[in-house]
């Protein structure tokens, strides 16, 4: 199913994405899922980002066609990083270009959502710690990324993590085709059957360093086609059976 986190009547809910309606759910990702018995209609929402996590991993170069594509070395294992919890923002919410950043870029990216708590899970059992898939773009600060040698600063301001629009519980993430658009302009066209580290093995790896807690997100890399953006562009991050994540970007005010 597809599950999205709304605004309904100015509570936050849970439902079943359903053509132009919605199945309310009871309960969240943590406590367990349960149909409420009332549908609403789509125009009488407002979309939140699908998850809150408390923290979401990402991992660097991991699209073999990136790799190859800048002549990078394979690694030997994920390069991984964090990005915090208030750098999420939902679909149509607008991503703020930090006045000490001079180039903002869009990374499309399919994002892991998990299930329950995982501790030093193998390979083979990731599978049953992943709750489903959504988008994510990890928006980054390319030059402050540069600069600092480390990643929290371009990586980590306010907004800098779109996730959304749904979680898709029942996809086989093998093979499916993500896009990026910029303004309506393809600009990161590619598979995720190009991923070095799949997801099995991403959730696994995590797992051995960080406990991971239920709607916690890892983020699996990006393609090739990286670009920047400037205020008043909009940017789309598309995987095919999952959905399309829309945003703005602005200056700050
Ligand atoms: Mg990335």
């Known amino acids: 199913m597809k599950l999205i986190r709304f605004i309904y009547q100015d509570k936050e809910w849970y439902g079943e994405l359903i053509d132009d309606f919605v199945a309310l759910y009871k309960g969240d990702i943590a406590t367990g ?41 394979r690694p030997d294992e994920p390069c991984i990083f964090i990005k915090p919890s208030t750098s999420v923002i939902g679909p149509g919410e607008s991503i703020i270009r930090p006045a000490m950043s001079r180039r903002v870029d869009y990374e499309g990216e399919l994002a892991i959502v998990i299930s329950r708590t995982a501790k030093n899970i193998p ?21 402050l990324q ?4 480390q990643w929290t600063r371009g990586k980590g301001f ?14 086989n993430p093998a093979a499916l ?18 991923l070095l580290f799949g997801v099995e093995k991403m959730v696994s790896f995590v797992s051995q360093v960080m406990t991971l807690l239920p ?21 789309a ?17």
């Open 33 to 73: 899922l349960a149909p409420a018995g009332v549908d609403v209609a789509l125009a009488d929402i407002k979309l939140l980002s699908p998850v809150k996590p408390s923290k979401a991993v990402c991992v660097g170069l991991n699209y073999i066609d990136h790799i190859e594509e800048t002549n990078a070395q």
């Open 158 to 171: 306010d907004t800098f993590l779109p996730i959304g629009p749904c979680i898709e519980t029942d996809i």
């Open 123 to 143: 390979e083979e059992m990731a599978a049953a710690f992943i709750f489903g898939y959504t988008c994510a773009n990890d928006v980054t600060a390319r030059d």
């Open 146 to 149: 540069s600069k600092d040698g």
């Open 177 to 194: 085709p993500i896009r990026t658009c910029l303004n309506g302009k393809t600009v990161q066209d590619s598979n995720t059957k190009y």
């Open 215 to 235: 709607g916690d997100v890892i983020l699996t890399g990006t393609s090739s086609g990286i670009g920047p953006m400037v205020s008043g562009d909009t940017v």
């Open 237 to 253: 991050v598309e995987i095919e059976g999952i959905g399309r994540l829309e945003n703005p970007v602005i200056d700050p005010a």
